[in-house]
């Protein structure tokens, strides 16, 4: 069995169901994480990704000149998916991770990704997804997608659906080049990693 993933302790003010599930969610571990049905009523697909994507950052570590001050906030940057930016806006509110405040920034086109740790690019067209990957591409920035064939284009953890449920696989080629490390525990639970994928 992978090893157990434990986040920080996170208080949290359950005011509906929803919020209850994701409660749920952070306190056990990532294999039961991934074990919700993505179609769940209380805990939807964007559900789901969002929460996974908050507990990502516990689990990368960041080139310490990714971060102007030691206080500077993690800002995620979500293209293409105005309900995974909602879900994760709501799951940040008043939380911190490492000691730090988490932000998230819807983008769109022509936006800046300056100052961004992650990015999430929603379901789009594929030239789309590549566009947004060269933005990034070289930089120290995580960048996460949820769609066939993205990690040949340069993503480094795409998530898929198996028997239904979110999962997610692995680039470990990208986040090199990238400069980005991460958690040997994370890999344990991913259900594929790609040790080298020619660009």
């Not at 179609?39 to 516990?58: G, H, P, R, T």
């Not at 001050?69 to 509110?93: C, K």
């Amino acid at each position: 069995m992978p090893p157990i993933l434990q986040g920080p302790r996170t208080r949290l003010r359950v005011g509906s169901a929803r919020t209850l599930v994701l409660l749920l969610m952070f306190c056990l571990s990532f294999n039961t994480m991934f074990s919700y049905a993505a179609q769940d009523k209380d805990a939807s697909e964007e559900a789901v990704k969002a929460a996974s994507i908050y507990k990502f950052l516990n689990y990368i570590e960041w080139p310490p000149e990714s971060f102007a001050n030691p206080d500077a906030p993690y800002v995620i940057g979500v293209a293409d998916s105005d309900d995974v930016a909602d879900e994760l806006t709501d799951i940040v509110a008043r939380r911190r991770v490492n000691n730090r405040q988490v932000v998230v920034k819807r983008l769109y086109s022509d936006d800046s990704t300056t100052g961004v740790h992650v990015l999430f690019i929603g379901k789009t067209e594929p030239s789309r997804q590549a566009a947004w990957i060269r933005l990034v591409q070289q930089r120290p920035v995580l960048i996460i997608t949820e769609m066939d064939n993205a990690l040949a284009q340069g993503s480094m953890i795409n998530f898929t659906l198996v028997d239904r449920r979110v999962r997610f696989e692995v680039n470990l080629a990208s986040l090199d080049r990238s400069r980005l490390k991460i958690n040997s525990r994370m890999l344990a639970v991913a259900v594929a990693v790609i040790k080298d994928m020619p660009q």
